[in-house]
């Protein structure tokens, strides 16, 4: 028989619930690819993000009427390059920004969450996990963690930024510190990405598969005391 938890909110939670979060350009959506190729249902709270601010959207209106008309491109749709230069250059505006999209995507998350109902595996690939204190609402998170300095070169050379911007969105965010305190398993990406997708179905393999046979209990539960080769400040 399928075992069923309800959320406080009374929400279907799936067979096991999985966090994934990391800094930004640490390798979490290679790590979500590799969890989804395996069998998880990924829910990606950036494709939710752009998608609660359709051109036409409630979302949309409201950013416009929080940030002015230049949050708003010609074409109708959210300028994310004249929101992003503003939003991570004053933490005011951020907050205005997060405050009206947060609640929204965390809406859409507990409807796909629950549309993909009570046996599946799904995973939340969450960049801000740690900074919304979301932590607790998993049965397992997972935090990739990759050298600050090597994200920086990546956001540079493949996303067209300036080092000031990568910089600054870095400092939007939690530490690593205080990423690796909500770890239950720290996936360090300090290799080629083969190695993190290896990395990653070992991680599978050693803490869903065993979950998924029914021998572990509750969140945070873990049948093997967090013994696994990685460090695990939060197991
Ligand atoms: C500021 C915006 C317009 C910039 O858009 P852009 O296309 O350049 O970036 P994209 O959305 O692809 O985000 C890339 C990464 O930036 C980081 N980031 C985005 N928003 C934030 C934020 N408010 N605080 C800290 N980091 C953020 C995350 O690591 C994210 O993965 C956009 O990120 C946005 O609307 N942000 C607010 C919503 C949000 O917090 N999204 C991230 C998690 S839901
Ligand atoms: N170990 C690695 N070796 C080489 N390239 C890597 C490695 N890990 C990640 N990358 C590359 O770095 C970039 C960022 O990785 P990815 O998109 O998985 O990160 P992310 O954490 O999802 O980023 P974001 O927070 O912006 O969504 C990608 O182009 C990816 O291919």
């Known amino acids: ?3 069923v938890n309800e959320t406080e909110a009374g929400i279907v939670k799936p067979r096991l619930h999985i966090g994934l979060t990391g800094g ?4 979490k959506s290679t790590v979500a690819a590799e969890l989804s190729a395996l069998g998880a249902i990924v829910v990606d709270a950036d494709a939710l993000s752009r998608a609660v601010v359709e051109p036409g959207s409630e979302g949309l ?5 929080a940030l002015g008309p230049t949050a708003i491109a010609a074409d109708g749709s959210m300028d994310r390059a004249a929101v992003g230069k503003l939003v991570f250059a004053d933490a005011e505006a951020r907050a205005l920004l ?3 999209i947060h609640p929204l995507v965390r809406a859409e998350g507990r409807r796909l969450v629950t549309e993909a109902g009570p046996d599946a595996v799904v ?21 990739v963690e990759a050298d600050p300095e090597e994200r920086v070169v990546r956001m540079v ?19 690593d510190e205080q990423r690796r305190a909500a770890a239950d398993v720290l996936i360090v990406n300090d290799a080629g990405l083969e190695d993190l997708r290896r990395t990653t179905r070992r991680v599978w393999e050693q803490y869903v598969t065993p979950r998924l046979q029914g021998s572990t209990s509750g969140p945070h539960g873990g049948q093997d005391g967090g013994q696994t080769g990685w460090p695990t400040d939060g197991a």
């Open 98 to 100: 997060n405050g009206i």
């Open 61 to 65: 209106r409201r950013v416009r009427e």
């Open 123 to 143: 995973v939340q690939d969450v960049p801000l996990l740690v900074e919304s204190g979301q932590a607790g609402a998993y049965d397992l998170v997972l935090v």
């Open 1 to 3: 028989m399928t075992e």
């Open 24 to 27: 930004i350009a640490s390798g």
């Open 157 to 175: 050379r493949d996303r067209g930024m300036t080092e000031d911007d990568a910089r600054a969105r870095m400092a939007a965010q939690a530490t």
